[in-house]
């Protein structure tokens, strides 16, 4: 399909597990976005990537939270030792530029998370 | 420290009537302001936006309301429809970075 696509749509592992969560962006796509919404909360911002610039990390919880893209496309989220907290929806998001104002952002159908 | 606010959780209008969702914020840096709307197990659909120097935009049955001096937007629907029923998120962005409520979860009452 033409929209952001997101794999796992669900995963169950175990604590102290790693996982690795996928997202596909609308292809020519610059902008990518990766947000989680834990039950009864807002989605919270976690890493932005713009194009080839050095992504913005700032909304990451901690360093077993680590993500990357490559080529400009695909982008895998990476959560070591996982712990039932990380228990949420990861949603992905991505727009054709990053300044809001002409592109709203397009999402994923997100990735269930559950920690157990 | 939640900068966006949905302190109503849940909303319920009969079929016809208007839809009046209601969202706060603290931060004076945000420029722009969005409304997406999200279905059960799908990922949040873009409704419609409003930038900061302005106080109003429409698009057809939806019109966004933004109120600077209060800090509040507000998102009206009318004539709300069943098929409106889904949960509305209020966003804010700034820098880029986008700053989402809670939801709220609207139900349309046929």
């Known amino acids: 399909g033409a929209g952001v696509s997101q794999s796992p749509s669900n995963k169950v592992t175990e604590k102290g597990k790693d996982v690795e969560l996928r997202c596909d962006p609308i292809?020519?796509?610059?902008?990518l976005y990766w947000y989680r919404q834990s039950l009864g909360q807002g989605l919270e911002f976690l890493i932005y990537?713009?194009?080839?610039?050095?992504?913005?990390k700032s909304g990451l919880p901690s360093d077993r939270f680590s993500a990357e893209r490559t080529g400009g496309s695909v982008s895998t989220l990476t959560i070591q030792r996982t712990q039932q907290e990380d228990s949420a929806v990861y949603l992905c998001?991505?727009?054709?530029?990053?300044?809001?104002?002409?592109?709203?952002?397009?999402f994923g159908d997100g990735t269930r998370l559950s920690i157990l | 420290d939640q900068q966006v606010k949905q302190n109503s959780p849940s909303l319920s209008v009969q079929e016809g009537r208007i839809s009046i969702l209601n969202c706060d914020y603290t931060?004076?840096?945000?420029?722009?302001f969005l409304w997406y709307k999200k279905y059960p197990a799908e990922g949040p659909t873009f409704l419609i936006s409003?930038?900061?120097?302005?106080d109003k935009n429409e698009d057809g049955r939806f019109t966004v309301f933004l109120n600077k001096s209060a800090k509040h937007l507000s998102l009206h629907i009318v004539p709300s429809q069943p098929g409106d029923s889904a949960v509305y998120f209020c966003?804010?962005?700034?820098?880029?970075?986008?700053?989402f409520g809670t939801g709220t979860s609207l139900t349309v009452i046929p």
């Open positions: 998001a991505s727009s054709l530029v990053a300044t809001p104002a002409q592109q709203p952002q397009h």
């Open positions: 292809s020519g796509h610059t902008a």
């Open positions: 990537f713009q194009g080839n610039s050095a992504p913005d």
């Open positions: 931060n004076s840096m945000f420029d722009y």
């Open positions: 409003i930038s900061s120097i302005k």
């Open positions: 966003a804010a962005s700034a820098q880029n970075q986008f700053y």
